[in-house]
């Protein structure tokens, strides 16, 4: 229901999220390569975006400039970073590429993804027909699995939420936007916030929403 998209959590179990990057943590230490990462690793995202009550508001504000990319945590190494993406209604992604594996799970509202397949000669295709992501639903990304695609909001009147695990500090990387016709232009995306939320306060552990 759409009401319930936009109840505003006072006080998350922000707990969810740490103990979320401390099993991924595990699991990039242990993981025999790509496949287990993401195998695994959405099967954790699936339970973190399972319960939306953990996001801290500030990290869930849409801005009608366009999406925000909040970092929530990068881990020191930078093997792996977890972003929160907040889609206005309308807003969208040109069609852009990663150049590592990412993990992606809806929190809140539903997205599009419209993948791509480059042509020989360079210009991008549409890849099947855009997948409607629900709430909870995760999808994946990679250069090995597939790695262009479009993403929009797929509600007309609220923000969307998507969570997203990359592996690396996806902030930091330099990627590239692309045109259909296979023009492209190389970007860092950087972060929407210059604060991140605190997870390592565990006396907080207690509260309850
Ligand atoms: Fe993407």
């Known amino acids: 229901m759409a009401s319930t998209q936009q109840t505003v959590i006072s006080s998350p179990r922000i707990s969810r999220l740490r103990e979320f990057v401390v099993a991924f943590g595990n699991l990039v230490e242990t993981a025999s390569g790509e496949p287990e990462i993401l ?3 959405s099967r954790l995202l699936a339970e973190l975006v399972g319960i939306d009550d953990w996001l801290p508001a500030r990290y869930a504000e849409s801005s009608v400039t366009g999406y925000q990319q909040y970092l929530l945590h990068a881990d020191s190494r930078e093997r792996f970073s977890v972003v929160s993406f907040v889609w206005g209604p309308g ?41 409607r992501l629900e709430k909870g639903e995760v999808t994946a990304v990679s250069p090995t699995i597939g790695d262009f695609h479009r993403v929009s909001n797929a509600l007309e009147d609220l923000p969307s939420i998507s969570i997203h695990v990359y592996g690396a500090n996806i902030g930091a990387l330099k990627r590239s936007i692309y045109e259909p016709d296979g023009t492209s232009k190389t970007f860092i995306s950087g972060y929407s916030n210059i604060e991140m939320p605190n997870l390592w306060d565990r006396s907080r552990d207690t509260s309850v929403v």
Do not use: C, M, N
Not at 94 to 108: K, S, Y
């Open 91 to 131: 807003q969208k992604s040109p069609i852009h590429d990663h150049t590592v594996w990412g993990i992606v799970g809806i929190l809140r509202g539903a997205e599009f993804e419209q993948s791509y397949a480059r042509t020989s000669d360079g210009r991008f295709v549409e890849q099947g027909a855009p997948v």
């Open 39 to 41: 195998r695994e690793g």
